[in-house]
C-alpha cells in the first residue's frame, strides 16, 4: 500500500514564525502536491512537483514557497506564517498521471 | 475553474444502492473522470477512475453517459461508514481540481 505521511497532525505556531510542513512518501512517485483545505473552499492546490528540484505553482501560491531535494520528500514553507493561512494542508502523491494518495493532513492554527 | 458539478449534499438509507451523480458538461476528449472521497479529518481517499467505459472495483462502480457530459458513481450498498464528502474531478494529467463535492449521510 502507498504511504504518505505527513510530519505532524497538529500544529500551533505564531504569527510572523518561519513553518515547515514535511511530507514523505514511500512508494517511489514521481509528482508531489501541497493542497490546503478551508470551510467552503473544498481543497486548493498550492504548489506540485514533477521532479527533484522542480516545482510549479498551483492555484494559491502566494505566502507559501516548497522544496523538493529528495524524490520521497516534499516541504511546504510558510515563510512568515499569518492568521489567514490557519488551514487544513494536505499533501499527495502520484505515479505519472494516475491517482493521486493523500496523507492524512496537518491542521496548522496560527495565532 | 470548476470543471464539475455536484449537488451540496444527499441522504441515503444504510443497505441501499447510493447514486452521487456530476455534470461535467465541458468535459475534453482525454480528460478522465476521477472520484474520491472524504471522510471527516482524514485525506481524500481514491475510489475510481473511467474514461469512457463503465467501471467497477470493489468500491464502486462508475457510469459515464454516452456523451460523457455526466457521469453516476454508485455504492451498491451503502454502509454507515460511506458517510463522507464525494469528489467529482475531471482532469487530463496532474492537477485535479477538488471543488466542493457532495456530502453523502448514510442514514440507520
Known amino acids: 500500500d502507498v504511504k504518505v505521511t505527513q510530519s505532524s497532525r497538529y500544529l500551533v505556531k505564531r504569527t510572523g514564525e518561519k513553518v515547515f510542513l514535511e511530507c514523505v512518501q514511500d512508494m517511489d512517485h514521481e509528482n508531489m502536491f501541497w493542497y490546503r483545505q478551508d470551510p467552503g473552499l473544498g481543497l486548493r492546490l498550492i504548489y506540485f512537483?514533477?521532479?527533484?528540484?522542480?516545482?510549479e505553482k498551483g492555484d494559491i501560491p502566494e505566502g507559501y514557497s516548497v522544496s523538493r531535494e529528495k524524490k520521497e520528500r516534499f516541504s511546504l514553507i510558510l515563510e512568515s506564517a499569518s492568521t489567514n493561512q490557519t488551514s487544513m494542508y494536505l499533501c499527495?502523491?502520484?505515479?505519472?498521471?494516475?491517482?493521486?494518495?493523500f496523507g492524512p493532513g496537518t491542521r496548522l492554527t496560527v495565532t | 475553474d470548476a470543471k464539475t458539478t455536484q449537488p451540496p449534499s444527499m441522504d441515503c438509507a444504510e443497505g441501499r444502492a447510493a447514486n452521487l451523480p456530476c455534470n461535467h458538461s465541458?468535459?475534453?476528449?482525454?480528460?478522465?473522470v476521477y472520484w474520491y472521497r472524504q471522510i471527516h479529518s482524514q485525506g481524500p481517499q481514491y475510489i475510481i477512475h473511467g474514461l469512457k467505459n463503465n467501471e467497477t472495483n470493489e468500491m464502486a462502480s462508475l457510469i459515464i453517459t454516452e456523451d460523457r457530459k455526466s457521469s453516476t458513481l454508485i455504492l451498491p450498498h451503502a454502509t454507515l461508514r460511506d458517510t463522507a464528502v464525494y469528489y467529482c474531478?475531471?482532469?487530463?494529467?496532474?492537477?485535479?481540481?477538488f471543488g466542493t463535492g457532495t456530502s453523502l449521510t448514510v442514514i440507520p
Open positions: 474531478i475531471v482532469t487530463a494529467g496532474n492537477q485535479f481540481y
Open positions: 465541458t468535459i475534453s476528449g482525454n480528460e478522465y
Open positions: 512537483s514533477y521532479d527533484v528540484k522542480m516545482k
Open positions: 499527495a502523491s502520484s505515479l505519472a498521471t494516475y491517482e493521486q494518495y
